[in-house]
């Protein structure tokens, strides 16, 4: 199992936040917290960059989604991009690549 790795930075007024290793059970907690953290400022668009991702459990699917929703609550643009291998075959499977975009 790959650790988790959360970096946020901003790109203008997004915040990109970069996801690497393993989304799951033992580590979703993290890239809630930096969702979080990152939609408290204020953003104009919040951007997962899950590139570096290489499992994605349901625990990851529902932070994912849970992002997607805190987004649209404080009216910040959401953009999730990078997925592949078994992340993006999980999101296709479960239909969320059609729901966050």
Do not use: I, K, N
């Not at 970096?7 to 979703?28: N, P």
């Not at 907690?29 to 979080?36: C, F, I, K, S, Y």
């Not at 994605?56 to 609550?73: I, K, N, Q, T, Y």
């Amino acid at each position: 199992m790959a650790d988790l790795t959360v970096a946020t930075d901003r790109d203008g007024a997004d915040v990109v936040v970069r996801v690497g290793g393993d989304l799951d059970h033992d580590s979703h907690w993290r890239l809630e917290r930096a969702v979080d953290e990152a939609l408290d400022g204020g953003p104009a668009g919040l951007v997962l960059d899950l590139t570096a991702v290489t499992y994605c459990d349901s625990c990851g699917l529902r932070v994912l989604l849970g992002a997607h929703h805190r987004a649209g609550e404080v009216g910040a643009t959401f953009v999730l991009r990078g997925a592949q291998g078994q992340p993006a075959r999980a999101l296709r499977l479960t239909g969320l690549d059609q729901v966050l975009g």
